[in-house]
């Protein structure tokens, strides 16, 4: 398994020539950027205007987000979430900005293929080829993402036609995109929701201003009585109700892969840096405090990894039969970003002031790690959407075929057809017991194992009441346990496709008991917790991971301190 990237050594997971040919060529434009001038813009919040005329001169999105059938015959065209992931990782690697350009790019295309409007696919394609960048306008400013109050309003004009009215806000990529799938109601008397296409250069479209202070171009903008024609219409009522969740849940999973990437050249500057400077006579990475927190860092990017990998194979191979991608997507979304957070403050606890420095690419993620975990739904919202799924998920399991790795050459196109965004409390899980006790040899998750059966108990015996579930000072926390062991169950099942070291294995699962018992304290301590629910918390928290000296010193020695000096940006 490669455990962190590494881009002068970098392997594709995708066997086509084509798209090894994708991630080089972007490897060779950063690294011919260099480190100092990707920096200097970040600083000096540069529009990425390079970046986006090197991807129409080599059709990157063209090929990375043009399903086959629109291609023109391209091979290499396809909607593959397995190298839309890569892809991400190694964009944010570089920049979490570069990597956004192309995230809202997505979502902007997500309302496109899904449309019955084959003029407007047909439009997107060839726009596409030319270089061009999407956006997705939902958002508005006074309920972000809220859309039941959407106030945009499309109204009825002559000849077929209507005029579109309102503001949008939070609109990635918003300043030069060319098709901007754009949500609002029909003022006609249905209130029916509705996407259209909606674009910068034309004059009923005011570019504001951008929201934010940094390289990428987040637009506040406002339509005044914009032209809309049928050519215009992506979807109407239900179908654009659907069209906007069902985007966002393909965005939503690129999401994890860029927050990897942002923490893995960090991980290469930090372990470099502490490598090479003596304080007090010994060097840094000698000192315990400063090699534990190495050694939890890297252990988690390769949880995030194992996580993501794994994750990636069920939403490829989602159905109207198969939907547990529907849990796995925001577990992603919320566990991996807030695992990045950590692994930044742990870093950042030993390079210290280092992290400051404006030349360093750390200082550029230490300023956006941040972000992830609030794009796509705040942590706190994925957190009440996966605890949907929890009882079926300990309670009532299905059966389903097995999942092997997913790496065909293909379109998924299910994702463009996911159907209604409901009945969620009715999708059912595969067992998760089985891969736990096929490792329960390893001490760590043989631990893990008895805290998860606690926390079964709990749900069965002592369960939230209805005031409980609608507090999300208790509801959070829980949700947070139950991510863990969904989170714990994938890394197992990836770890057994990748033949992991058993020893790194069995150190991922030391802070995973850690925080499983972090989050029981968090219930134990709220007034409204139950005695009864006490006990199966005090349980769970005085659990603690199974020390192995010998194992943890020889994961430092030949996984994390050889990776002093691995990977330097160019200059």
Known sequence: MNYLLQPKKFKSLMADKGSQAILDKTIAFFEKMGKTRLTEDFNKKVWYREFVDFIAREQIFAKLLT??????????????????????????????????????????????WMSPNEKAKQRAAELLKKGAIFAFGLSERTHGADIYSTETALTPAAGGTWVANGEKYYIGNGNEAEMVSTL???????????????NYRNKAYELKKNVISHQEYVANFALHDYPVTADDILSRGPHAWDCALNTVNIGKFNIGPASIGVVEHSFYEAITHASNRVLYGMRVTDMPHTKKNFVDAWLRIAGMKLYQRRATDYFRNAAPSDRRYLLYNPTSKMKVTLQAEE?????????????????????????????????????????????????????????????????????????????????LGSIQFHDYRPVFERNKHLPNVGIFIRQIDLLRGLLEKAGPDKAQDMNPLFSLPLGEMFSIVVYGQLILEQAELAALDPGVLNQIFDFMVRDFSRFALQIYALHATREDQRGYCRDIMLIKPQEDDAEYTRVWDDFVLPLNGEYVMND
């Open 67 to 112: 399903p086959g059938q629109y291609g023109g015959g391209d091979p290499d065209c396809r909607w593959d979430t397995a190298r839309n992931s890569e892809y991400s990782e190694l964009l944010a690697f570089y920049g979490l900005g570069y990597w956004y350009c192309f995230q809202v790019s997505i979502l902007g295309l997500g309302p496109i």
């Open 184 to 198: 609002g109601k029909v003022n006609d008397g249905t209130d029916d929701y509705a996407f259209f296409v909606t």
């Open 343 to 423: 692994v930044i403050n742990l870093l950042w606890e030993v390079i210290a002031a280092k992290g400051f420095e404006k030349d360093t690419y750390f200082s550029m993620a230490a300023v956006d790690i941040r972000g992830p975990s609030k794009l796509e739904g705040t942590v706190h919202v994925n957190v009440q959407l996966i605890r949907k799924f929890m009882k079926n998920y300990f309670f009532n399991p299905a059966v389903y075929a097995p999942v092997a790795p997913e790496f065909a050459l293909r379109d998924d196109l299910f994702l463009f057809n996911q159907g209604p965004a409901r009945g």
